[in-house]
């Protein structure tokens, strides 16, 4: 069966302290592997989409990269806005089109 | 572009009722999925059409349908509502498989 783990499930960092957030995964096939961004009461939000191993990609303060077993999502010097729940899903190879997710990483910046 | 839209946002329901909700997706993009939020569960696929036509299924009951128009809007139907069906009822759009899907604000439907 499918399955994709996120940790840790909450994080609590001050500002300017960076961390990586850990998305692993057992699939029969990757086809590619989706970050997003979900604030409470809202629908996620489309951040990076990775398709082989090596990959990275990288928007402001956030850095995904993607190995075989799991992809990172670096956050470098992290403001209070970047609070929210970071969602971490996989797109699996055979036909069937749909999305795998984690349950997510709570991540928390204070000021 | 105009991003996905669902509604209504909010809907409150009784155990037995049944209730419908809508998806707008993007200007251009043909492929539509469904997803169910809830805390203990996290996102849980339910089904996803393109062109009409329901292409992939998730494992939820029978009481879950949905539909696709030609102007590729959906509808998700619950029929005989439960308690454990209240979540935040999520659709998001994609030009086709394979690619990224996005998410509209969702549906919290909440059954009393």
């Known amino acids: 069966e499918d399955q994709v783990t996120q940790s840790p499930e909450a994080l609590r960092l001050q500002e300017g302290e960076s961390s990586s957030l850990n998305c692993s995964y057992t699939v029969s096939g990757l086809r590619g592997l989706f970050w997003y961004r979900q604030d409470p009461g809202k629908g996620p939000e489309f951040l990076f989409t990775l398709y082989s191993a090596g990959e990275e990609k990288e928007k402001e303060r956030l850095k995904a990269t993607l190995t075989k077993k799991e992809s990172f999502l670096h956050i470098t010097a992290p403001k209070p806005e970047d609070s929210a729940t970071y969602l971490c899903?996989?797109?699996?190879?055979?036909?069937?089109?749909?999305?795998?997710f984690g349950k997510g990483t709570k991540l928390t910046v204070n000021p | 572009k105009a991003g996905v839209t669902q509604t209504p946002r909010y809907l409150i329901k009784t155990r037995g009722q049944q209730v419908t909700l809508s998806c707008s997706p993007i200007?251009?993009?043909?492929?539509v999925s469904w997803y169910q939020q809830t805390p203990g569960q996290g996102l849980q696929f339910l089904f996803e059409?393109?062109?009409?036509?329901?292409?992939n299924k998730g494992n939820f009951p029978g009481r879950f349908s949905g539909r696709q128009f030609s102007n590729s809007r959906s509808e998700m139907n619950v029929s005989t509502l439960e308690l454990g069906d209240s979540a935040l009822y999520l659709c998001a759009s994609s030009t086709n498989r394979g690619e990224t899907q996005y998410f509209g604000p969702g549906t919290r439907l909440l059954v009393l």
């Open positions: 200007s251009g993009h043909r492929s």
């Open positions: 059409y393109f062109s009409e036509t329901q292409r």
């Open positions: 899903a996989v797109l699996t190879q055979g036909g069937s089109e749909k999305l795998v």
